[in-house]
Antibody, heavy 120, light 108 residues
C-alpha cells in the first residue's frame, strides 16, 4: 500500500525558509521510474507543480521558482525534503507531495497535504 | 511551458445531467493528459490517464477523449459526489508538469 505524508510548520514568517518533509511507504525511490514531486495549491486556486526528484537523484524545478527551491531525498528514511527560501504571503498554500511514475501520465498517489500560512 | 486552459470555469447542472468539460493545450501534447476530481479539503483524485484511460476504481460514467491540443472529460450522469472541481494535467514536457485552472461543477 502506497502512502505519503507531508510534515512541516503550519506558520512561517515572511523572508523565512520553509522546510517540508514527505515521508512515504509502499515503494522505493531507488526503483527505476519512481519519482516524488511537490505540488502546491493556494486557497481557492489551482494546482501548481513545484519540483521533482527521480530514482537517479536527478532534480527538476518549476522555472519561475527555481532560485528558491531545493529538493532532496533520504532514501534510507524514505523521505523527500523541499526547502523554499524567502517566503512571502503569496506562498500561502496547501503543499502536497505525490508519487510520480515515469511510465504513467497521471498521478495516482498523493499525500493529504499540509497547509502553510506565511504571515508576520 | 505548456499552458492548459479549462472551460467553462463553472458548470451549473443538476444531478443526473451530463457534464462536458474542456481542456485546451497551448501546443500539441499528444495524449499525455490526465484528469482529476478534487473535493474540498482533499487531495486530487486521478480519474483519467493518457487522455482516455480510466484509473482503477473509477466508474464508467467518467470518460475522456481527445489528442493533440483539445481534450474533453465527460460525466454521463452526475452523482452527488461529482459536484467538485476538476483539473487537467499534462506531462508532455516531462518532467515539467502543468495543470489547468480548473472547472467547478456546481449544483444548479
Amino acid at each position: 500500500q502506497v502512502t505519503l505524508r507531508e510534515s512541516g510548520p503550519a506558520l512561517v514568517k515572511p523572508t523565512q525558509t520553509l522546510t517540508l518533509t514527505c515521508t512515504f511507504s509502499g515503494f522505493s525511490l531507488s526503483t527505476n521510474g519512481m519519482c516524488v514531486s511537490w505540488i502546491r495549491q493556494p486557497p481557492g486556486k489551482a494546482l501548481e507543480w513545484l519540483a521533482l526528484i527521480d530514482w537517479d537523484d536527478d532534480k527538476y524545478y518549476n522555472t519561475s521558482l527555481k532560485t528558491r527551491l531545493t529538493i532532496s531525498r533520504d532514501t534510507s528514511e524514505n523521505q523527500v525534503v523541499l526547502t523554499m527560501t524567502n517566503m512571502d504571503p503569496v506562498d500561502t498554500a496547501t503543499y502536497f507531495c505525490a508519487r510520480i511514475d515515469l511510465h504513467t501520465v497521471g498521478i495516482h498517489y498523493w499525500g493529504q497535504g499540509a497547509l502553510v500560512t506565511v504571515s508576520s | 511551458e505548456v499552458v492548459l486552459t479549462q472551460s467553462p470555469a463553472t458548470l451549473s447542472l443538476s444531478p443526473g445531467e451530463r457534464a462536458t468539460l474542456s481542456c485546451r493545450a497551448s501546443q500539441s501534447i499528444s495524449i499525455f493528459l490526465a484528469w482529476y476530481r478534487q473535493k474540498p479539503g482533499q487531495a486530487p483524485r486521478l480519474l483519467i490517464s493518457d487522455a482516455s484511460n480510466r484509473a482503477t476504481g473509477i466508474p464508467a460514467r467518467f470518460s475522456g477523449s481527445g489528442s493533440g491540443t483539445d481534450f474533453t472529460l465527460t460525466i454521463s450522469s452526475l452523482e452527488p459526489e461529482d459536484f467538485a472541481i476538476y483539473y487537467c494535467q499534462q506531462r508532455s514536457t516531462w518532467p515539467f508538469l502543468t495543470f489547468g485552472g480548473g472547472t467547478k461543477v456546481e449544483i444548479k
